[in-house]
């Protein structure tokens, strides 16, 4: 910038000197001077920059958002969850042995729960009815299924028991178990045991009663004695001794066939019976209805219908149908015979 300030300079210096012309220069020192700082002046200003206001940015203002109200608490859906193993019993779960069923001591016997698999997983044969608690009865501890069970199909289950020595109330709580030994249930969530509940008597119990008589001596009244009682499965041809309980021993007093495509129960030697209806019939009655040697078929007599009947040794006793399956022709009985004709 200083030699540029030079050159100029010089240049005006050079406009004022004396022209050649012989005229005479009218300006003074003094205006010869103010007349180059003006002229300084001047150029400075024309090679000065000018300077430009910078652009300025538009902004342009976000919309406001005004943020939605939040719920304190979801809503909750709650949905079933599926439950693989889980069993259930209708009203005819007792097949065999219901509630409070009298046995005699060291009596054996088999019970027969009847379950349907309401779960999503099929039992297999990997499956088992295992005991649970409670008095295990004899039993083993487990048994293993014989077959599979799919969704939705109902099965029988059997478990051979002996009650014990010892007159009293006895339960036994099972369970189910899975392939993986996992324990599950009948309930809603598949977690209750199912159970056998037996009752064991003596053959003969004597129960005091005591009477007014001149030597005051207490007069014990022997209840009725039994023979023989508890459950009984049947298969055709198969023939059962009510006198002791027994299938296909000697002094059977009924046979099981199928005639003409029915089921029947057929006396056999001096055995006689009779149709009494649902209701347990008493020893009075049984000793007073008219029996009869003629077969009762079984397909047209309901479950849970009683009979009397008579052995071939003239013991008087009455049994009742618990389970009856046309197809595979598998016949469940409960038996009760009493001491004395």
Same mark, same amino acid.
């Given at each position: ?9 010089? !240049?005006?210096?050079?406009? @004022?000197?004396?022209?050649?012309? !012989? ?14 700082a003006v002229r300084l002046t001047q150029s400075v200003g024309l090679i000065t920059p000018t300077q430009t206001a910078p652009n300025q940015v538009t902004t342009t203002p976000l919309p406001t958002v005004t943020p ?21 019993g209708g009203a005819d779960i007792d097949v065999t042995i219901p509630d409070e069923t009298q046995l005699l001591p060291g009596q054996s016997f088999t019970k027969?729960?009847? #379950? ?17 608690? !409670? ?8 048994? @293993? ?32 178990? @899975? ?5 599950? &249930? ?36 022997? *209840? ?9 499965? #049947?298969?055709? !041809? ?12 000697? %002094? ?7 005639? @003409? ?15 009494? %209806? ?25 479950? %849970? ?17 618990? &389970?009856?399956?046309?197809? *595979? ?13």
């Amino acid at each position: 910038m200083i030699p540029f300030t030079l050159f100029l300079f010089t !240049g005006l210096v050079a406009c @004022n000197l004396p022209a050649k012309s !012989g005229i005479t220069p009218t300006l003074s020192v003094t205006q010869a001077y103010q007349t180059i700082a003006v002229r300084l002046t001047q150029s400075v200003g024309l090679i000065t920059p000018t300077q430009t206001a910078p652009n300025q940015v538009t902004t342009t203002p976000l919309p406001t958002v005004t943020p939605k109200s939040i719920p304190t608490q979801l809503p909750v859906t709650l949905t079933a969850t599926a439950i693989c193993d889980r069993a259930a019993g209708g009203a005819d779960i007792d097949v065999t042995i219901p509630d409070e069923t009298q046995l005699l001591p060291g009596q054996s016997f088999t019970k027969v729960w009847r #379950l349907t698999n309401t779960g999503t997983c099929t039992w297999t044969n990997s499956y088992a009815v295992v005991w649970f608690s !409670g008095e295990k009865l004899g039993a083993p501890v487990s048994v @293993n299924l014989s077959g599979s069970v799919a969704p939705g199909q109902t099965v029988d289950l059997g478990v051979d028991m002996v009650a014990p020595q010892e007159a009293g109330s006895y339960k036994s709580y099972w369970k189910l178990r @899975n392939a993986s030994n996992v324990l599950f &249930g009948i309930g809603p969530n598949g977690s209750a045991s199912f159970w056998v509940w037996i009752v064991v008597v003596q053959p003969t119990t004597l129960t005091p009663t005591p009477t007014v008589s001149a030597t005051l001596s207490p007069t014990l009244t022997p *209840t009725t004695p039994i023979k023989a009682i508890g459950p009984a499965t #049947l298969n055709l !041809g198969d023939a059962l001794d009510l006198d002791t309980n027994t299938v296909n021993g000697s %002094g059977a007093d009924l046979s099981y066939q199928l005639n @003409n495509l029915m089921h029947s129960l057929d006396p056999i030697s001096s055995a006689a019976m009779t149709v009494v %209806g649902s209701a347990q019939p008493s020893l009075t009655t049984c000793q007073s209805v008219t029996l009869s040697a003629d077969p009762v078929v079984v397909d047209t007599v309901p479950v %849970g219908t009683y009979l009397c009947y008579r052995t071939d040794g003239a013991l008087p006793g009455w049994l009742q149908i618990t &389970g009856f399956d046309a197809i *595979t022709g598998i016949l469940n009985l409960q038996i009760y015979t009493w001491a004395i004709p």
